[in-house]
Structure formats: C-alpha cells, structure tokens
C-alpha cells in the first residue's frame, strides 16, 4: 500500500518559493544570453560610480569585500546557472571598477596649491589654448626649480599678453594663483576634481608682461593653432569659431551667446568632436576611397578594395582625431570607429550594442575618471538609445526598404530621424537635468534640420575649401560652409529663444538620478519582457526630481553672493552688481531660467551699509528672519547681538563676533572653510545641503599641498 507523509517538512514552502524563484531567474537570463555581456561596462561603471559616491577610505574597502562576498555567493549558486555566473562576474567587474578608479586616482596624485598667492616664477609652456571671442589665453605651465609650487598650473592671460607663445617655450610671469576650485554651491560643477585628474594643482592669471627670451615666438605654431587662425580668418566671426570647432575643436572663438544657444536647443553636442564628426570623416574617407580603388580590376578582382579602404577610413580617422587634440570624446568616437571597421572587415553587423558595450569597456578601462563626466554619459547614452530603438522590430519593420514612390521614402526618412531625436532627447534628459540642471524641449526638432546640414553640408564644404585651399581656389566653399553656419547659428537661437525651449529644475538627488539611469539602462539593455520592469526606477528616479523642492537660501562658498527666494517664484541676489558667472550658477541651481533681481529692490528687504535684513517665506506658510552682511566695515559684537538674536540665519562673509549668534544657524568665514557652498531649505524642518559635508577620504580633497610664496628667482631673469 502507498504510504506518504502525515506531517509537512519544516521551511519546505520558503525553499520551494527560492527554487521556483530561481528557475524563473535561470529562464529569463537563458532567453537573454546574448545580452548578458551588455552588462559588462555597467557593472564596471557601478563600481567607479560607488568610489566617487562613498566619501571614506573605510567605505572603499568595506564596498570591496560586500563585493568579494558576492563572488563567493554567486559560486555558491553554482557556475553551472546562469545567475551564479552572473552574478560573480558582476561583484567582481564591479570591484574591478573600484580598484581601478582608485589606483588611477593615486598615480595621478600631485600636490596642490594651498592657499590664494601672488608670485613670480619661469615656466615651460607644455599647452596653448586661444579664447579669441573671450580675447583670452589659456596657458598649461610646468614651473621650474619651484618645488613650493604644484608641477602643472593653468593660467590665463590677455591675448595681448600671450599672442605669439608657442608650446615649449620658457617664459617668466607673475601671476595670481589659488588652488583648483571646488563646486561654488552643492550639485555645482567640482573643477577640483576635474583638476585632479588633470594633474593640474593651481589656477590663476597673468600680471603684467611675461618675460621671454631673446627671439621667441618667431617659429611657426602648432598645426592645429594655424589651422584653427586659417580657418577663423576664412569665415569672420563666431561662425568661423564653429567652423573651427568642427575641424580642430577649438571652440575658444565661438561668442558666449551663440554658445548658449546652441546649448539651449540640444545642438551643443555639434560643437564637440565626437561620434558625428568622426564618423562622418571616417565614412567619407571609406566611401571616397572605395571609389577610388575599385577602378582597378586587379584590386577589385583580389578582394582587396574593402580593406584598403577600411585602413585608408581609419587614418583619416586616426589624422582627425589628432588633429582634434585627442581629447577623450574624440578618442573614444574614434575606439568606436575601429571596432566598426573591423566589424565590417569580419563580416558582422556593425551597429550593434554589443559594439558600444565594448567601446564603453575600452574607455573605463583607459580613463575610469570619465564616467562622471556628462560627456561620457550624454554619448553613450544617445548612441545607445538609438541603437536600442532601431533594434527594435517595430521600428525594424517601419523603416525596412520597400518599394514605394520617393516621396513616402522621404517622409518615412523624416518620421524615423523625428523619432530618433524624441527617443535620444528623452534618453538624455536625466543627465542633462543632473549635470545643467536644465535640459532643452525642442532638441529633436532642431536636429532634423541641424544633423544632416552640418554632416552633408557644412562638413564636406570646409573639407574642400581646404583642400582647394592649396591651389587658392576656396572662397566658394568656404562661403557656402560659412553661410550654412550662419543657418546653423540663426536655428539655435530660433529653437533657444521659443516659450518653453528649455525645462530647469533644482539639484537631481544623486540617488534619484542613479535610479533613473538604473531603469534607463535596463529598458534599453534587455529584449524581452522583462525590459518593462525598468520603467519602474526610470519613473521613481523622475518622480524624485519632481518632487524636489526649490532652495529657499542659496549662498557660495566664499559668503560673499547669497541668492534667496521672492514671493513671485523667481530669485533676488543680495549684491545686485554679481558678475554673469555667479548669476549663471546660482540660476543653475535654482532651477530657473530668468534674470536674477537685486534683493534691495524688493519692499520686504531692509538694508543698510552693513545689513539687509527680511523675512523669507516658507513652504507651508510662516517666515523666517534672515540678517545677510553685505558692507566691508568691522561692526561691534555689542552692536550686533540683539539683531543676531532676533534672526534664525545669519549670513557673513566675514568673521563674525562671538557675541553674534543667531536663533537656528550662523554662517560666517570659519564655518564655510568647513561646509562650502550652501543650500538652505527653510521648511517646518529646516535643512541643509553643504558642498564639503561629504567630502571624506577622495585626493583632491586630501592632497598634499605646497605654499607657493617662494620667490627665489628675480622677475627680469625668469625666462633665461
């Protein structure tokens, strides 16, 4: 007789729960096994972006053994599962990134300016950067015989000072220097780190004439400055300033508005040489030189016609990108192009993710700092997402050839380059809301138009001008580059200046804008199903920047600009005479696009020489007293303490007196050397984010530093 048991085993539902669990996991990463290695970069990407997120040493290390622990259960699961496999090459790529980013941070380490200094010193020229339309200078310096000051300093100097220094060059200045600036307010942009990686310790500007030795400056400059000055000379104006862009990418004589503009209606990336510009030059060289060499049989008969244009494309590809500085987008547009080309010499598909997944690779591996920066992320978030969409089999099927009249092959060209630029416009926004804290409405839009005229007009028209150049044959091509600028130029500022161009918004919360990207990824990364449950971060990380309340004080972190909220919606600035750049960050962070008033103008604000005193509004009704110092005078502890009671924030530049305290927070000199940049939220519960509150264990916040007020050498002999 069959028997079976009278009692259930203990825990036997949770372990059946875990297997069903488990098998429904092994199915799905089954069904995905060619999209699996997409995760590769991301994993590593998680690791980098954790080490910049965790401000402490211990965090690190802590961070990395969570990871080994994670090897160790995903072998546990078994090599044999999918999941196992995956999950211990995620925990270990993943650690990877961390190990990675954190030994890259220590080979770059180099010491840093300590304090604001004025001294002379001779120096190596090592680069020259024109700003003509700021009438500006950049010059990277290498000090010599100046162990007191960091080993590479960026200074910036009046045309007239610096016109006819070349690279190599020694020189004698005398310059005000001062450290690396952090961010001015909290989600700024931190030059300090930037600087890190640089190797750059100190940034100034040039006083007074730089000494040079007898007959410098008479060589010829760099090819890419004389190209850059041929060009501009060529075309007048900012137009010849993006003409230059687009063949050296040097953006210094682009005019400040055009630039904004162009910002403004999603057509900055333009400017920037990367994937459009490299892979125009690459494919024009292919197609030209394809041409070229099928008209010999023998060539063609070998099979020989395809590689040798591939390493023609790829030279062309590889003059462009040297031509272009080797600046990091630049090169990995160019590490993208490689792997296109051999793509095409080994007779696979070209276009595929797997290839930005592998271009993505490259680049962490070879600089892991350029995860953090928006130019990685807005192109390989734009490549992908186009990629990912025409993947698809929807859009597969709509933009398939077929035969139809030219006209519906036009408009169905049209409606597949409209929804492209919808579909990238909305993959970049987080990271255009995080980084600028604004994003452009119209971009897709203005780059149906802009897209195919600066790829096949105003790329091939500066092309042959400077190749009939030679022969003093260009002007017509330049004309034509020149006037299709102009358009370009005249499109921006339509697009920039339309109601609604351009959505701002306050500080992203980096743990929302991680989620966002968390969901984005896994929409575009998946195929199946399962992709749908990406839409859930996507839509929570947005939700959190939605519901992101607007700051009610914003202050720099040298106390001298304080920004406060007015009962209109838009803000006021405490010193109304604050210069564009102050304007712009403080606007940035706040989240509007409209000028910024003077707090005086306003009834509700009372001033003095010395104070300005008001009641700032706050969510939820209510008000609190606000004491702002503005004037340069010393004021008596005695006279101040009963103004300071009376107040629940008080604000100084200065240090103020220990008989000065106010109701809820006193900022002056000594606490801001500790916070930086601030943001106060003036609610039921007040809070407040600081610039330096998370700053920890990271080496530019660590480095060693140098004094920089040894003045051994005397100025009339610094350039022997």
Known sequence: MATR?????????????????????????????ERIPLWLPVALGAGIAAWFALPMRSQWIGLLLALGAGVVFGGLIGWHRRSGRAIAAACAVAALGVILIWGRAAWVAAPVLAQPVVTAFSAEVERVEPLPARGQIRLILRPASRPDLPPRIRVTARTA?????????????????????????????DFARRAWFDGIGAV???????????????????????????????????????????????????????EEAMRRSGLAHLLSISGLHVTAVVGFAMLFSMRLLALSRRLALGGLVLPL????????????????????????????????????????????????????????????????????????????????????????????????????RLGRGVAGLLLTGVVVEAALAPIALFHFHKAGLYGALANVVAIPLTTFVIMPAEALALLFDSAGLGAPFWWVAGT????????????????????????????????????????????????????????????????????????????????????????????????????????????????????????????????????????????????????????????????????????????LPRECRARWLTIDRDSLAETGGIILYLKDKPSIETVLGGAGDHPWRTAEQVSGNDEAVPTDALAR
């Open 5 to 33: 048991q009278l009692q259930t085993p203990i825990r036997e539902g949770p372990v059946r729960t875990a297997q069903r669990w488990f098998g429904a996991l092994e199915a799905r990463l089954e069904a995905e096994r």
């Open 161 to 189: 000072q610096a016109a006819t220094i070349r690279p190599g060059e020694r020189i004698g200045l005398r310059a005000r220097l001062m450290p690396p600036p952090t961010a001015r307010l909290p989600g700024g942009y």
């Open 204 to 258: 100034g500007s040039a006083l007074g004439a730089i000494a040079r030795a007898p007959g410098a400056g008479d060589g010829d400059a760099p090819l890419r400055a004389r190209l850059s000055a041929h060009i501009q000379g060529e075309v007048p104006g900012s137009a010849g300033g993006i003409a230059a862009a687009l063949v050296t990418g040097d953006r210094g004589a682009i005019a400040d508005a055009d």
């Open 309 to 408: 244009a591939a390493a023609v494309a790829a030279l062309a590809g590889g003059g462009y990108t040297w031509l272009a500085g080797g600046e990091v987008p630049t090169l990995r547009s160019f590490i993208a192009a490689l792997l296109v080309l051999a793509a095409f010499l080994i007779g696979r598909e070209a276009l595929t993710l797997r290839l930005v997944a592998a271009g993505a690779l490259i680049v962490l591996l070879w600089r892991p700092e350029a995860l953090v920066g928006p130019s990685f992320q807005l192109s390989f978030a734009a490549v992908t997402a186009i990629i990912a969409l025409h993947e698809s089999p929807p859009v597969r099927a709509f933009m398939a050839r077929r035969a139809e009249g030219w006209g519906r």
């Open 484 to 655: 299709a600028i102009e358009l370009l130029i005249a499109l921006a500022h339509g697009v920039a200046g339309a109601p609604g161009a351009v959505a701002t918004w306050p500080s992203f919360p980096p743990w929302g804008f991680a989620l966002a990207v968390s969901g984005g990824l896994w929409l575009l990364l998946w195929r199946t199903g399962w992709r749908r449950l990406g839409a859930v971060p996507l839509a929570a990380g947005m939700a959190v920047l939605l519901v992101q309340p607007r700051p009610d004080l914003l202050i720099t972190g040298d106390g001298r600009h304080v920004a406060a909220r007015v009962p209109d919606g838009g803000y006021a600035l405490l010193r109304g005479r604050a210069g564009d750049y102050v304007r712009g960050a403080m606007a940035e962070t706040a989240g509007v696009d409209t000028p910024l008033r003077a707090l005086g103008d306003f009834a509700h604000v009372e001033c003095n020489r010395d104070f300005c005193r008001w009641r700032q509004a706050v969510a939820g009704g209510g008000a609190r007293t606000i004491l702002a110092a503005h004037g340069g005078d010393r004021v008596e502890g005695r006279d101040m303490a009963a103004a300071c009671a009376a107040a629940d924030v008080v604000i100084s530049p200065r240090w």
